[in-house]
């Protein structure tokens, strides 16, 4: 989505229509909170504007954020959320899977994110081991996001096997996305990084969409299956579904910021467009302070006190 189509979007979303329109009048601060009221910037994307999206055809647009600095500019630019996403654990804590990731490393990266928007939907990811045991591990990881993360969401993989963590989430009030297709936390049971939903695969990917959507995820990530069954599950679907490598057929996108941007080093996957090169800006601009520092010239009179 740009950055006009992201204004058009936010323009809209007091308009879209909710199931029961008549009587869905959101109350701005009810408890006199600290929060800034409605005139004071655009509104909060809900869960709601997801399904509203689906329905007028309006792109979702998504990128991960661990940061307070990443978060304020995406929000600024109208993304409409943000994934604290277990990649950290490749982006910011240095593994080499998003296996090692815990709650405690996740909760004051999404704590950052949620206090830095304004406008998006923040979602923060369950990390391996938290909720595969069965539904009270997964509800109990999932408040943690929420009070001590002020979280808007949670995310969570998997299809049919994870379908009844999904429903005791959503019982209790907390808004979950969903995650098939190639699940990152699954790597090694799936043979490494494999495209998901080829041939005979469909047919699961399918069960598995239809039942997350029945758990009541308000959302579903596709992740690396081929286009063309991307786009006949979002036909099925009356979720919207948020496609990572699942080619033009979804409902809206969702890209790693590192990957965007140009930070990430080595081979990227196929279907990461970079739309900067950061990487080699920051580069450049180390080279830069440290020729300086080394001849003398930075500080100078002009950065320097009396």
């Given amino acids: 989505m740009t950055v006009e189509s992201a204004a058009e979007y936010t323009e809209h979303m007091p308009e879209f229509p909710t199931p029961d329109a008549a009587n869905a009048v959101e109350v701005q601060n009810p408890y006199a909170s600290a929060t800034p009221s409605a005139a004071a910037g655009p509104k909060r994307v809900r869960t709601r504007h997801f399904q509203n999206?689906?329905?007028?055809?309006?792109?979702?647009?998504?990128?991960?954020?661990?940061?307070?600095?990443?978060?304020?500019?995406?929000?600024?630019?109208?993304?409409?959320?943000?994934?604290?996403?277990?990649?950290?654990?490749?982006n910011v804590f240095g593994y080499e899977t998003t296996l090692p990731v815990t709650v405690d490393e996740l909760i004051p990266l999404t704590r950052a994110v949620a206090r830095a928007v304004t406008r998006a939907l923040v979602v923060a990811d369950m990390p391996f081991g938290t909720y595969e045991t069965g539904p009270s591990e997964a509800l109990h990881t999932a408040v943690r996001f929420m009070k001590e993360a002020q979280a808007h969401a949670v995310k969570l993989e998997g299809g049919v096997r994870s379908r009844k963590q999904i429903s005791r989430i959503v019982s209790a009030g907390i808004p979950v996305m969903a995650h098939i297709g190639f699940t990152p936390q699954s790597e090694h049971g799936l043979g490494g990084h494999m495209i998901q939903g080829r041939g005979p695969g469909a047919e699961q990917l399918i069960k598995d969409a239809l039942a997350v959507q029945d758990a009541g995820a308000?959302?579903?990530?596709?992740?690396?299956?081929?286009?063309?069954?991307?786009?006949?599950?979002?036909?099925?679907?009356?979720?919207?579904?948020?496609?990572?490598?699942?080619?033009?057929?979804?409902?809206g996108q969702l890209m790693v910021w590192t990957d965007f941007a140009g930070m990430t080093e080595g081979r990227v996957p196929r279907f990461v467009r970079q739309y900067a090169n950061l990487r080699s800006v920051l580069t450049d601009a180390v080279h830069a302070f440290k020729e300086d520092v080394d001849s003398g010239a930075y500080p100078g009179p002009e950065h320097s006190y009396e």
């Fill in 53 to 90: 999206a689906k329905q007028q055809g309006i792109p979702i647009t998504g990128l991960t954020s661990y940061d307070m600095m990443t978060a304020q500019i995406f929000d600024q630019a109208g993304i409409d959320f943000l994934l604290v996403g277990d990649s950290a654990g490749n």
């Fill in 218 to 251: 308000f959302a579903v990530v596709l992740e690396m299956v081929p286009s063309g069954i991307a786009a006949e599950v979002t036909e099925r679907l009356e979720i919207p579904t948020i496609g990572v490598g699942a080619g033009p057929g979804v409902d």
